[in-house]
T-cell receptor
Framework: NAGVTQTPKFQVLKTGQSMTLQCAQDMNHEYMSWYRQDPGMGLRLIHYSVGAGITDQGEVPNGYNVSRSTTEDFPLRLLSAAPSQTSVYFC???????????FGSGTRLTVV | GNSVTQMEGPVTLSEEAFLTINCTYTATGYPSLFWYVQYPGEGLQLLLKATKADDKGSNKGFEATYRKETTSFHLEKGSVQVSDSAVYFCALNHGSGNTGKLIFGQGTTLQVKP
């Protein structure tokens, strides 16, 4: 099993550019989430999904969009990149709300 | 609102020392509690979990007990190794609504010296 696969691993964007961070899992997990990790701030939830076709906002959703058309995929779209979005982004999935999440290896994004 | 508070790091220990990393939480309902570990340059890995009061989670020599009366979930290990050097995160999920949303503490860096 591949687990949770995130692409790309590294990305540099210019301010105002848009891009999509990809996330795919092959474990048939219903729950998927996106987090950003910043120094001294732990992990903060951006968006999450409890199943295909169902998404909701987390703690820091502004500037990001998500969709969940299939169980396997949960892409995160940056609409117009800003330097404040420089961060490490993690996608995670879980079978149930009491189960632990499996995390991807992360995407390190720099916005200049 | 729901929150998790961890002891500030870094925590520096010698090999074979006893480890405690404190974690307390504030939550409505009946959350599940988790410890995650992050090694340098990697994603987070689930270390252990507990889903109800008085449950003890354990893995790789680490353990933590869900104490509802003190709203705590402290991580302990009897004898740390250099390979345990990492950042440790305490987390809880929302106990109501079955949303699966995880709330993390700030993380505690552990450095183990030979």
């Amino acid at each position: 099993n591949a687990g949770v696969t995130q692409t790309p691993k590294f990305q540099v964007l210019k301010t105002g550019q848009s891009m999509t961070l990809q996330c795919a899992q092959d474990m048939n997990h219903e729950y998927m989430s996106w987090y950003r990790q910043d120094p001294g701030m732990g992990l903060r939830l951006i968006h999450y999904s409890v199943g295909a076709g169902i998404t909701d906002q987390g703690e820091v959703p502004n500037g990001y969009n998500v969709s969940r058309s299939t169980t396997e995929d949960f892409p995160l779209r940056l609409l117009s990149a800003a330097p404040s979005q420089t961060s490490v982004y993690f996608c995670a999935s879980s079978y149930g709300f009491k189960d632990g999440y499996t995390f991807g290896s992360g995407t390190r994004l720099t916005v200049v | 609102g729901n929150s998790v508070t961890q002891m500030e790091g870094p925590v520096t220990l010698s090999e074979e020392a006893f480890l405690t990393i404190n974690c307390t939480y504030t939550a409505t309902g009946y959350p599940s509690l988790f410890w995650y570990v992050q090694y340098p340059g990697e994603g987070l890995q689930l270390l252990l979990k507990a889903t109800k009061a008085d449950d003890k989670g354990s893995n790789k020599g680490f353990e933590a007990t869900y104490r509802k009366e003190t709203t705590s979930f402290h991580l302990e290990k009897g004898s740390v190794q250099v390979s345990d050097s990492a950042v440790y995160f305490c987390a809880l999920n929302h106990g109501s609504g079955n949303t699966g949303k995880l709330i993390f503490g700030q993380g505690t860096t552990l450095q183990v010296k030979p």
